[in-house]
């Protein structure tokens, strides 16, 4: 996606959020400190303002989920590293407005969601695995994990590639 300029079709993930319907931007290996780094950071505008989603990409391949339908390494690994971030950011947000403002042109100014911490606004993505490592056992917790209240959401790559071929259709 990164070496192929292909920001459609990272971007096309937004369609599975209420946000990036008026403007979106993305930013490839977002670092937000010497610790941690965001495989994309995605803005996001909407009718309510920006949102801010933070993407972790693990492999497609692999140990995704069990035989069962638990989440395995590659799931776990990157639901983790969210998790980290998630404690980081409300501590460290004017970091992530430091880094942000070197891609800020001269004369723009930001709009209040980036100096504003809303942890509402802030949300998370981990993308790992293809449709087949999924049953309902997985797609279960997926959807578990995706309702609690963590802002996390996690994907598949066919359903990237699904966003995808209807970006690209419309």
């Given at each position: 996606?990164?070496?192929?300029?292909?920001a459609f079709i990272i971007s096309s993930v937004l369609r599975h959020?209420?946000?990036?319907?008026?403007?979106?931007?993305?930013?490839?290996?977002?670092?937000l400190s010497d610790y941690f780094r965001v495989d994309f950071l995605i803005i996001g505008r909407a009718s309510g303002g920006y949102r801010f989603l933070f993407v972790e990409l693990e492999n497609p391949y692999g140990q995704i989920t069990t035989k069962k339908g638990e989440f395995s390494t590659a799931i776990n690994k990157g639901i983790k590293?969210?998790?980290?971030?998630?404690r980081w950011i409300p501590q460290n947000?004017?970091?992530?407005?430091?880094?942000?403002?070197?891609?800020?042109?001269p004369n723009e100014e930001f709009s209040k969601e980036f100096y504003e911490l809303e942890l509402d606004r802030i949300h998370f993505m981990v993308i790992a695995g293809r449709r087949t490592?999924?049953?309902?056992?997985?797609?279960?917790?997926r959807r578990e994990i995706s309702e609690n209240g963590d802002r996390i959401k996690i994907l598949h790559y066919d359903n990237l590639t699904?966003?995808?071929e209807t970006v690209v259709q419309t």
């Open positions: 996606i990164k070496e192929e300029k292909a959020t209420d946000f990036g319907h008026h403007e979106r931007f993305i930013f490839p290996e977002f670092y590293q969210v998790k980290d971030w998630k947000f004017s970091a992530i407005q430091q880094t942000l403002k070197k891609y800020k042109g490592d999924y049953n309902d056992l997985s797609n279960q917790i699904d966003c995808a």
